[in-house]
């Protein structure tokens, strides 16, 4: 139990660093000398970092006032719901510009595991149509 409080000082530590950067990277990024497509990929990065920095936030408030912390995982799923989408659309326009093609490390990968999450949820919107 001793290395966790390490790990905690450790962790935050690392988060207070952190802040420190993102906030000499606002500086930069208000300069407006960025790449509109960097910028985004920075912008979703934040976003979805800041999304987990609030569930476990959340998390561990509902568990230190003894109240049921699986309440949140609605809200956990919803939002891995709409940073696929988003990963989804951008994946789209990289491959209408040809950014992406066969020889793109992965891209076989992804297309698996996207026609298995198609064939899981096809019956979901098949049975919502009928």
Known sequence: ???SGHSDRTLSERLKATTD???A????VLSG???PRVL???RNAVDSIRQTAWAVQQWSELRQQRRDPYTILGTLSAERVRRATQIAED????????ELGLETEGLEN???????LYERMDPLFR????
Request: glycine residues 0%; hydrophobic residues 50%; negative net charge.
């Open 1 to 3: 139990m001793a290395d």
């Open 21 to 23: 950067e993102l906030q």
């Open 25 to 28: 990277l606002e500086k930069l």
């Open 33 to 35: 000398d960025c790449a």
């Open 40 to 42: 985004a990929e920075f």
């Open 91 to 98: 994946l789209t326009v990289d491959l209408e510009s040809l």
């Open 110 to 116: 992804l297309f698996k595991a996207v026609r298995r």
């Open 127 to 130: 049975k919502s149509l009928v």
